[in-house]
């Protein structure tokens, strides 16, 4: 793929054409074509992508452009700055300096201003050690008409929440920019994966959201596409996520790799033979768990529940209910409605009931008979002495349910990644999760969080408080198609998958 060609010359907001706010000529600059929606007024212009691809430069133009024909009051945030050299002040003086503007600027150690217009850049870190704080220092920049996120992929839901309300002015504008890193990070989900505001409000654009690649740059540098075409052929994986901007887990850990599930995606058409039909299983996670060794509710933590006919995951479906019971309650007529014949149940600390309480639901004498099971993650791995691989039982290779769980999806991922790629796979061992599946990339990216910890040699899943460290949510649904897949115990000492 070569660079675009398209050029935009007209990068001017909000000011007549070929005159500026101070009377002045308009100094025209050209501008990657893709970004013309960037030139019409707008609540929040977002833009993420791979490396390359002009996001931070282009939108630095069109702010120095508004500062000094506007005089645009311009606020530049990170989630944490103790320096300026941490801001994106380098590349506002690097783009006056291109474009000999240095006359009409002054620039100081803190700040730039353009006395002729007016205008201003400051900058800013949002994180502040206290909620106090935060909003002190958030609220001098109330009357200021953009704020500009740059290496947003860093901000948290809470700087977000307090960062809105500050732009408060009529006409204020959103400006941010990353390059996707977890799936699971906040801005990313509030944009692309799950948006959180409209494209349009009242008739007018609102929210504009651009995926930018170096295959939009008309001004792409010849180094970077040697050194794109090169991680191409030798790292695909990388390229993937550093130039064309696509969010990764850590692969070289993930129990679960992102090219594995993107194989299983619709496999179910690709894979000749692919079996269809078979049993209908549900695993359901349950929003409540255990704290060291206290059972408490999850805060906002939802409930989870996926059911899969034979290898074919069919259903996801996520709510918000404290109660175990009610969330019995809630799922039950789902459960019914597809034909579940087994349910697995998250029945520690908090689930404990619900098992229980799905089989009072479905009464003494069912038109149709389904098995409520709970599942215990802590528990021993099913059918433990079953041997696994050659000189390996189950009991030899998983620290305990949850393991055995996790460790058994991965292997159907990895070998629906086999068959799609030409080399020896098991029939009986595919999962295909199919395109238009709702919260489909909410679950792929919960799948490919979790980690692979080791204990005395056997394998154990990364913890949620771990996660929780590293800034990623709990995986409720990842959890609960886990448990759809896990081994259905038919016997004594006997289960299929």
Partial sequence: MSPATGF??????????????????????????????FLQPARF???????????????????????????????????LMEAIAESSYQEIVEEIDRRNLGAYFDITKTEITCPSSGGVFKFSGIRASSKRLQNQKLKGFSNFDAAFIDEGESITKDSWNALVPTMRKSGSEIFVCFNPASPLDFIYQAFVTDPIYPTHHNGKPYC?????????????????ADDAALMQKTDPELY?????????????????????????????????????????????????????????????????L??????????????QDENPN??????????????????HIDDIGVGASVPGEFKRLH??????????????????????????????THGDMFANKKAQGWGLLGDRFRNTWQARNGLPYDP?????????LPMRSKLEGELAQPRRESVNGRMKVESKKSLKTRGIPSHNLADAVVMAYAPVEVAVGSWFL
């Fill in 208 to 224: 504009v959201t651009l995926k930018v690649n170096y295959t939009d740059n008309p001004f792409f540098p010849q180094e970077l």
């Fill in 306 to 319: 996926a059911w899969r006919y034979g290898c074919v995951l069919s259903g996801l479906e996520e709510w």
């Fill in 45 to 79: 212009k977002v833009s993420y992508g791979g490396r390359g691809s002009s996001k931070t430069r282009t939108v630095i133009t069109i702010l120095v452009n508004n500062v000094l024909y506007s005089g645009w009051r311009v606020v530049c945030f990170r989630e």
């Fill in 363 to 392: 009464g003494p004498n069912p038109a149709r008979e389904i098995s409520f099971v709970g599942w215990t993650a802590s528990e021993t791995p099913s059918d433990e002495d079953k041997e696994y691989q050659p000189g390996k």
């Fill in 240 to 304: 993937r996520h550093v130039y064309l901007g696509e969010p990764v887990a850590d692969s070289a850990l993930a129990i679960i790799k992102p090219k594995w599930i993107e194989a299983a995606i619709d496999a179910h058409l690709q894979i000749k033979g692919f079996p269809m039909g078979g049993g209908k299983i549900g695993g359901m996670d349950i929003s409540g768990g255990v704290e060291g060794d206290v059972v408490a509710p999850k805060s906002n933590d939802p409930n989870a």
């Fill in 8 to 37: 935009l010359t007209k990068p001017i907001e909000q000011t007549a054409p070929g005159v500026g706010h101070n009377g002045g000529p308009i100094f025209e600059c050209p501008l990657p074509a893709i970004f013309e929606p």
């Fill in 326 to 343: 009610a969330a019995a309650a809630h799922a039950y007529p789902t459960v019914v409605r597809e034909g579940l014949d087994t349910l």
């Fill in 428 to 436: 009986d061992m595919l999962i295909s999760i199919p395109s238009g």
